[in-house]
């Protein structure tokens, strides 16, 4: 019987070509992997001569992979990828298991806190990680399994999943809304407006969409988050314009209405990235059929809102 590792260089060759590709050099992926550099180069040299092929071009100190080194490092990372789900699917059996969950701020604030107590109660087994920042996570590298991202293309070696078409709207809150007479576009010009610079669609975006005879005011407040915006209008400090997505809970509540109803821009804006070599594992499965089913729910604006006469559309 053959050996199942015929063919295949000393693991600890492949772990300190990778650790070379991540780090960029030799001295680098030395100090890594607490080697010298001189050991690095002679590991490197060790796998070079085991392909028969250089995978990297030395010059001046410095190092660049050759293309058949990045093909290699891009099998390399898939496999290893694999390692480490069957590793955790076989660690997790008659344990509980831990899914690691990265968001970006807005939507781990505004969408997913006050919804991931139902999926922890349906998934007693599952112990839930959540982390939050505007940098995409390395999956894997970084500990995370699932990345939600906002407005990022989905690196390689990974798949995304569209969590919803959002809807970029108007709203305020409807103390707001009174205490202005907010009744048409042509109100606009003179109530306060609220920026929300991360907002995919912009306020002048949608003034040319729908109201190109209104002058939009040059001043208002301005945020960095949408969260931010989005709990600025519900505190009655102006008219925003954000994913009905992000403000499904106001909506539905009643804490903000959309005086003009739903006349927006749509965009593809949250995808929900994860690693194709864990696309197996149950735990991360079992959050995507999770979320996919109740995003759904929040993904039409009239359907969350709590008085649909508040999403009336008013004439221009």
């Known amino acids: ?16 070509f990778r650790a070379v590709i991540d780090h960029g050099s030799f001295a680098s992926a030395a100090r890594a992997l607490n080697l010298t550099t001189s050991a690095v180069s002679h590991q ?21 992979p050759t293309p058949e080194a990045l093909s290699y490092n891009a099998a390399l990372l898939e496999s290893f990828a694999q390692i ?35 999926f922890i109660h349906d998934h007693p087994e599952i ?14 590298d970084d500990g995370f399994m699932i990345d939600i991202q906002h407005a990022r293309p989905i690196p390689e070696a990974c798949e995304g999943i569209v969590l919803a078409e959002e809807l970029m709207v108007p709203m305020a809150s409807p103390a707001f809304v009174k205490q202005h007479k907010l009744k048409n576009f042509i109100d606009i010009e003179r109530v306060p ?22 002058p939009l005011p040059s001043s208002g407040m301005i945020f960095d988050r949408s969260y931010l915006s989005i709990a600025a209008a519900m505190d009655g400090l102006g008219l925003v314009l954000d994913s009905t997505l992000l403000a499904a809970h106001a909506l539905k509540t009643g804490k903000l209405v959309m005086p003009f109803g739903p006349l927006g821009v749509k965009v593809i804006s949250h995808r929900l990235i994860y690693r194709r070599a864990d ?6 499965m079992s959050f995507i059929e999770w979320i996919t089913k109740k995003i759904a729910t929040d993904s039409d ?4 809102a709590k008085n649909p006469k508040t999403a009336i559309k008013l004439q221009k």
């Open 301 to 304: 604006p009239l359907r969350v």
């Open 84 to 118: 480490a789900s069957a590793t955790r699917r076989v660690a997790s059996r008659g344990n509980r298991g831990r899914l690691t969950l990265h968001s970006s701020p807005s939507f781990a604030t505004l969408w997913l806190m006050p919804r991931i107590g139902e």
């Open 279 to 284: 696309r197996h594992d149950p735990f991360m």
């Open 1 to 16: 019987m053959s050996s199942p590792f015929k063919g295949l260089p000393p693991l600890k060759l492949l772990v300190t």
């Open 127 to 140: 112990d839930v990680t959540l982390s939050s920042g505007n940098e995409p996570m390395r999956l894997g």
């Open 193 to 214: 407006i609220i920026f929300s610079i991360r907002c995919q669609v912009q306020w002048n975006q949608w003034i040319d969409h729908y109201a190109a005879h209104i």
């Open 44 to 64: 490197m040299r060790s796998l070079e001569h085991y392909l028969n092929r250089p995978l990297f071009l030395r010059k001046n100190r410095t190092v660049a």
